[in-house]
């Protein structure tokens, strides 16, 4: 008996070890796994539901030239602040977080009025494929649309609420308003257009 009460006033000190310890060797792994910020693309998305891990997948199946590693993660990962997300490359957010998190976002206040201007236009261009892409004037790519275009500073529609239909729908479970994708104001893949050729895929997935 007295064995038995002595493993049971210890218990919480091993569940407290063993939570320590998945922690470290996550973290240790995740470190020992990564990939510099120059050859991985990093997305975060505002929702409740994803399978962020598929959808990382999916995307490294045609990932841009010179990207090693492509992570998704929710808003609310948290790994010992190895990855920060104010270096996020590509973020998704309900329209009605935008100006929230306005502060990571590349030029978000455009974004989210050129987003608004493109409800029919990016929406049926991931449709319908109806995208191209061109050099703008400081040499970085942009994505063109059946309305108009959007550079690296705008915010794409990637889901349409009315419609009930998005890019990555089958990987991201968007709630019941549309969701805009932005270029982080830090990513250091805005320049050589390889975030963009990101954008390019979760628009186009279905």
């Given at each position: 008996m007295r064995f038995i009460k002595n493993v049971f006033s210890q218990l919480h000190s091993f569940v407290l070890w063993l939570m320590f310890s998945a922690v470290?060797?996550?973290?240790?792994?995740?470190?020992?796994?990564?990939a510099p910020a120059e050859?991985?693309?990093?997305?975060?998305?505002?929702?409740s539901e994803i399978r962020d891990k598929d959808l990382a997948v999916a995307l490294e199946e045609n990932r841009p030239e010179g990207i090693r590693m492509?992570?998704?993660h929710p808003f609310d990962y948290v790994m010992m602040n190895i990855e920060r997300m104010?270096?996020?490359?590509?973020?998704?957010?309900?329209?009605?977080?935008?100006?929230?998190y306005s502060e990571l976002l590349a030029d978000a206040a455009g974004g989210a009025a050129a987003g608004s201007d493109m409800k029919g236009g990016v929406a049926g261009a991931a449709?319908?494929?109806?995208?191209?892409?061109?050099?703008?004037g400081n040499g970085a790519e942009s994505i063109d649309t059946a309305d108009g275009s959007?550079?690296?500073?705008?915010?794409?529609?990637?889901y349409d609420a009315a419609a009930g239909s998005g890019g990555a729908a089958q990987y991201i479970g968007y709630g019941d308003e549309d969701y805009y994708l932005f270029l982080g104001?830090?990513?250091?893949?805005?320049e050589d257009g390889k975030a963009l050729e990101v954008v390019r895929q979760l628009l186009d997935m279905e």
């Open positions: 470290f060797w996550g973290w240790i792994f995740t470190i020992v796994t990564d050859e991985k693309v990093t997305v975060y998305c505002y929702v492509i992570k998704v104010e270096d996020g490359d590509i973020f998704i957010l309900p329209e009605s977080q935008i100006e929230t449709d319908s494929g109806d995208m191209s892409s061109s050099m703008d959007a550079d690296s500073s705008d915010g794409f529609l990637i104001a830090r990513s250091v893949h805005i």
